[in-house]
């Protein structure tokens, strides 16, 4: 998939758009302090919510034995959110045809675009702009990268989405303990 992803974004300005910030990525994180894979993963998050203009990001690895979702990392201000919002942070309709699928699930993303907003995990996060890419550490699903936007409505390039894409494959297939 990360291929399909890539051929969408080769006009030469999208490339450099990515590989500038792909850069900066690998620079915020080879300067952080974070003491553990979770912080490293924030960190991570941090600068794809900032560049992607989200409001929150999480990265999520399936639990097999417990057949549900562990995040392991997340960025986000979730001082407004409702107990139900607290309670379910993630649609899991999101999550799960995303890891299932093998394919970015967005409802802002070009012809990707699913129509799972009539869900009623999305109805109740009151979720705007979603993107769920799925996370693989080399060629193996091991989990997925959730960014939303629940106050606009924000579009999401070919270019974005490879930057989620280069900036997962980066960090999980780095050995953080």
Known sequence: KEKEVEAKSNKAEDMLWVAEKFAEAVGVL???DAKSKSEFYAKALEVLR???NMQNGFI???NKEKRRWVIEAYVGNNEEWTTFEKDHTVPLTVANDAYKSNEVV???WGDRRKSLDSSASLMSLNVQTYVAVPLQKFGKKVGLI???QRKQ??????KEVYLINKIGK???ELEIV
Do not use: E, G, H, K
Not at 153 to 158: A, C, E, H, K, L
């Open 50 to 52: 900032d560049d992607l």
């Open 170 to 172: 980066y960090i999980v």
């Open 106 to 108: 967005s409802n802002v």
């Open 146 to 148: 959730y960014l939303d």
């Open 30 to 32: 080879a300067r952080s």
């Open 153 to 158: 409505f924000q579009p999401i390039t070919d």
């Open 60 to 62: 999520m690895v399936p």
